[in-house]
């Protein structure tokens, strides 16, 4: 096949995803509901097999659609996949309102505690200094995809555990207190669900998480938010753009 071949079948499977999504959502069709086998897919947008082959391969990454092969196999529309996009800093709201999900919160608790050693560190406080702590579940179409536990420094904001906390707690540090996240440093490694936390986000004891512990700096280097979240790991794909040091590249070929 030649190159320009290649680029049209692409450009045709893209068409095919978008209408494979279009009809998923003007369908109303819920997880575990069958679409349809490659050749019926085929001739109801009348295109090749395999056109329909690439494009349901690129769905299935997604988690957009499931596919089975076999007697009384086909295509079903799967649980796609939040993207967690480490290149930004955005609320998990706004995350999920972009990828076309409705976003909800459960809050489980809030409180006023004195900062553990971690926190305290990673949050340049002395001993004994007071965080607030946030503990909430995150929902992406109602069901569970993240469990969110946030400390902040109480002497920064005071009031905030009076607000609303089901939305985006970024838009309510700006909104209420001139706060914006500026930069943030993220470790993040694979652990299994205890009992609880197998729990609360509806996944098997031991099933395999996304342990993301952050901490998050304003323009003027102010560290103001540390926190420790779970997302599910079937549920969640991590993107990190990267960049070339060219400035460096530029100064040493000088």
Known sequence: ???????AQGAVAAEVQRRILDQIRDSALGP?????????????????????????????RTGAVRRVAGRGGGTFVGSPKVDRD??????????????????????????????????????????????????????????????????LPAALFPGLLELPLRGSLYELLEVHFDTRPHDA???????????????????????????????????DGTAFEHSHDLFRADRTSITVRSFAEVAMAAVTAG
């Not at 096949?1 to 680029?7: E, Q, V």
């Not at 999920?96 to 406080?125: E, H, I, N, Y």
């Not at 440093?185 to 512990?213: F, G, N």
Request: hydrophobic share 45%; net charge neutral; no cysteine.
């Open 86 to 151: 480490l290149s930004r800093i955005v609320g998990v709201p706004q995350l999920l309102r972009r990828q076309g999900m409705q976003a909800g919160t459960r809050v489980l608790g809030t409180g006023l505690v004195v900062a553990d050693t971690p926190t305290a560190a990673a949050l340049g406080l002395p001993d004994g200094a007071h965080v607030l702590d946030i503990v909430r579940i995150r929902l992406a179409d109602g069901t569970p995809i993240s469990l969110e536990h946030a400390r």
């Open 32 to 60: 575990g509901q069958r679409l349809g086998g490659e050749r019926d897919l085929a001739t109801a947008f009348g295109v090749s097999r395999s056109s329909v082959r690439l494009a349901l391969a690129a769905l299935e």
């Open 185 to 219: 440093v993220e470790h993040i490694e694979v652990v299994t669900a205890d009992e609880h936390e197998a729990a609360v986000l509806a996944v098997p004891r031991d099933a395999p998480l996304l342990s993301i512990t952050r901490t998050t700096r304003n323009h």
């Open 1 to 7: 096949m030649s190159g320009a071949d290649t680029t």
